[in-house]
């Protein structure tokens, strides 16, 4: 029997550089998703369509998807927050649009100016304009969302299983192609993830899911297993562990995808990276924002499966 693959969604270009006091110039940025591809990545989300003044670390988006032709068998995410962002996106060679939303009014105010309804309302105009664009269907991104704050807000505290559940029910009604739940803050424990999983699922019915966690209180890699052992066959992870959100106040550390690859792949799952070349990536980004990556596997290196 082959092994159950889990797919890894790469998120360091985009969610692990944009919490670094490093800026990086766009050519490097380009040399960190060539450098991923290499190493195994499909999925990556390379560039955020934020604008510059709030997150300056994801200037020059263009700039970095011009220099990333369209390749086969590879998908580039780009993030936006509203139509504006999503315009942005359209004008450049972006395979997938990710809008972010939030399960909370409180960090949706604070990170997009938008409540909950207000985002749900923004992203129903997205999904209208794609359905009245009269545009060729395959040459139009793809289309996911991510919940943000899923497991805690850091403005309004707890989020409940039925608030998460209520919102992923709205957005899969609207017919995106995946929803993402994110634990921005990492607040999350293991057994909260196999509730709201439960709950999720229920809510969007067809529509696939994906699971972002944050290591910022080491539960990063136990809660991705408990994803994995519900089901979830999706999961984000930054190179290195590097990055966060700077909307958030303490939301550090992203899982580090090393960390979860080697974790995975011990265990007998596919994942179809390059464990050496990860590392390796990992301590290269690290010389280039100014501090060892976080993670524990470039520090101590991965250990050969007997």
């Known amino acids: 029997m082959n092994p159950r693959p889990i797919q890894i969604v790469e998120v360091g270009p985009r969610d692990g550089l944009q919490n670094e006091k490093a800026i990086l110039e766009p050519a490097v940025r380009v040399e960190l998703v060539r450098r991923l591809e290499a190493a195994g990545a499909k999925r990556i989300e390379a560039v955020s369509f934020v604008h510059p003044k709030y997150v300056p670390q994801m200037a020059g988006a263009e700039e970095v998807m011009a220099a990333l032709p369209k390749t086969p068998g590879r998908s ?10 999503y315009d942005r996106a359209l004008g450049t060679a972006v395979d997938e649009v990710n809008v972010s939303l939030s399960a909370s009014d409180g960090f949706g105010l604070k990170n997009a100016g938008l409540s909950v309804a207000g985002q749900v309302e923004m992203l129903a105009g997205i999904v209208a304009g794609r359905a009245n664009s009269g545009g060729d269907r395959d040459a139009t991104p793809s289309l996911s969302a991510t919940i943000s704050c899923v497991w805690g807000c850091p403005f309004d505290g707890e989020v ?4 998460v559940a209520d919102l992923v029910g709205r957005i899969g009604e609207l017919g995106v192609d995946e929803i993402a739940l994110a634990d921005t803050i990492g607040v999350a424990d293991p057994w909260a993830v196999t509730r709201v999983v439960e709950a999720a699922r229920k809510a969007a019915r067809d529509t696939p899911l994906r699971l972002h966690f944050h290591d910022t209180r080491n539960t990063g890699l136990a809660n991705a297993y408990a994803g994995v052992e519900a089901g979830i066959d999706v999961l984000d992870a930054s190179v290195g562990g590097i990055g966060g959100c700077p909307f958030a106040p303490g939301a550090t550390g992203n899982v580090a995808t090393e960390d979860l690859v080697y974790m995975l792949e011990r265990a007998g799952y596919s994942t179809g990276y390059d464990l050496d070349a990860l590392i390796e990536t990992a301590r290269w980004i690290g010389d280039k924002i100014g501090r060892p990556a976080p993670s524990a596997l470039s520090r101590a290196g991965g250990w050969p499966k007997a």
């Not at 995410?77 to 504006?84: A, P, R, S, T």
């Open 76 to 85: 580039r995410i780009g993030l936006v927050l509203n139509g504006k962002g």
């Open 160 to 163: 409940s299983v039925e608030q």
